[in-house]
Structures are given as structure tokens and as C-alpha cells.
């Protein structure tokens, strides 16, 4: 079953007023996420961009990751746009095939790096002190951060994408999207709800717990 899915015009009329009218085509997944969660699309448009763009991690390196991540949630949109933004960083079709080769050819950068997303996708409590060590010597604490939220976004997007059924768009893979919304548009801190007092303990030292031997 196609779900349902809105146009471009009909998906920015539906996100958060922005400050500047953009014309670029908006991905699949947009598109389908504004008909139900209009702010969730736009957020998740701002976070795709930050990804895809602003990372601190090296743009070939990171295209690799993302695509890692992609196939072992055998999601092919993914890999498509993985690729795609590979590409788009410089490297050459035999840079962006070769990765999916013998892990022997790897660099040693490329070899933890893409274990670790990998593990983060299909078995995170198996990664080993010994390998996050290594990557926090050779990348530093604040490249290690962003590979895991790296993971995080792309296994959740995946989902997304893979729940929907979404295809990859007509076009091709689409070049990462910048739009900025109004100022409050969207919620960028949780809300807590006003707690109430703490019950306190019982000054007198009575236990109110029945004793159980079991136990």
C-alpha cells in the first residue's frame, strides 16, 4: 500500500513558516512524515542537514558510514544517497565502490569506523572498550560523538523510510536541503511537567514493609 504522501507546495505549506520560500525538491520521507507530524518533518529536515554538511567528521568517511549503516538495515534508499554524498565529497566511483570490498584494503581509520557504526546498527552492547579507546585516540571525543549520533539519526530515518515503504525519488538521491524556521517553531527543549512535592520518609523508623523471608 502507497502511503499517502504530499506534494512539495503542499508539504511547505503545511511545516512551520520559514524565513526564506525554498524551491528545492523535498525528500520522500518528508513528504510522507508532514501529513501527520508537520514539526517533526521540519525538524528532522534541519537535522538531516546537519548531518549530511556540518559534521565534524571527514565527508567521504562519513558518506561511508551512513551507507554501513544503510545496509545493515538493508534499507537502498540509504545506500543510494550514501553514495550520492560520497560523490558529492570528491570521491571517485572506485573510492565509493571499493569500501563495500575486502575490509583488508581498508585504511585503519575506515576499518574501526565502519565496525563501529556497524555494531551501533546490529549489536551495540558487543562493541568493545578496546575498539571505542582506540577511535576516541585516533578521531577525539568530539568526532566519537557525532559518529554515534551519526548511527542514531541514520538507524532512525531507516526505520522511517523502511516502515513507509518510501522509494527513492524519481530524481535521484537530493542534495541536503537548508531551511531555517521562524524562531519558536520548533521545540528544541523537553517539556517536564511541574513535579510535585516528594513524600517523605516516615521520621519515627517503622517499617511499612511487611517482612519477607523470600526476599
Not at 534499507?75 to 565502490?97: L, N, W
Not at 551501533?120 to 568530539?142: C, K, N, W, Y
Not at 542514531?152 to 525519488?169: K, P, V
Request: hydrophobic share 40%; glycine share 4%.
Amino acid at each position: 500500500m502507497t502511503p499517502k504522501m504530499l506534494t512539495d507546495s503542499e508539504c511547505l505549506d503545511r511545516l512551520p513558516k520559514s524565513l526564506s520560500r525554498c524551491s528545492q525538491p523535498l525528500p520522500a520521507w518528508a513528504r510522507a512524515i508532514a501529513v501527520h507530524l508537520p514539526r517533526t518533518a521540519a525538524a528532522m529536515l534541519q537535522l538531516d542537514f546537519a548531518h549530511r554538511t556540518m559534521s565534524p567528521i571527514d565527508p567521504v568517511l562519513r558518506s561511508k558510514m551512513r551507507w554501513f549503516i544503510a545496509n545493515a538495515n538493508r534499507c537502498e534508499y540509504s545506500k543510494a544517497y550514501a553514495v550520492f554524498d560520497m560523490q558529492r565529497a570528491g570521491a571517485t566511483f572506485e573510492i565509493s565502490s571499493s569500501f563495500t570490498g575486502n575490509p583488508d584494503s581498508w585504511t585503519e581509520d575506515e576499518r574501526d569506523s565502519l565496525e563501529f557504526v556497524r555494531l551501533l546498527t546490529v549489536a551495540a552492547p558487543t562493541i568493545s572498550d578496546e575498539m571505542f579507546q582506540r577511535l576516541q585516540r585516533r578521531f577525539g571525543d568530539h568526532q566519537v560523538a557525532s559518529m554515534v549520533l551519526l548511527a542514531a539519526y541514520g538507524n532512525f530515518l531507516d526505520r522511517i523510510i523502511l516502515g513507509l515503504d518510501l522509494d527513492l525519488e524519481d530524481s535521484g538521491p537530493l542534495a541536503p536541503m537548508k531551511i531555517e524556521f521562524e524562531t519558536g517553531a520548533l521545540q528544541l527543549k523537553p517539556l517536564i511537567p511541574a513535579s510535585k512535592s516528594s513524600p517523605t520518609l516516615r521520621s519515627d523508623g517503622t517499617c511499612v514493609v511487611d517482612f519477607d523471608p523470600d526476599w
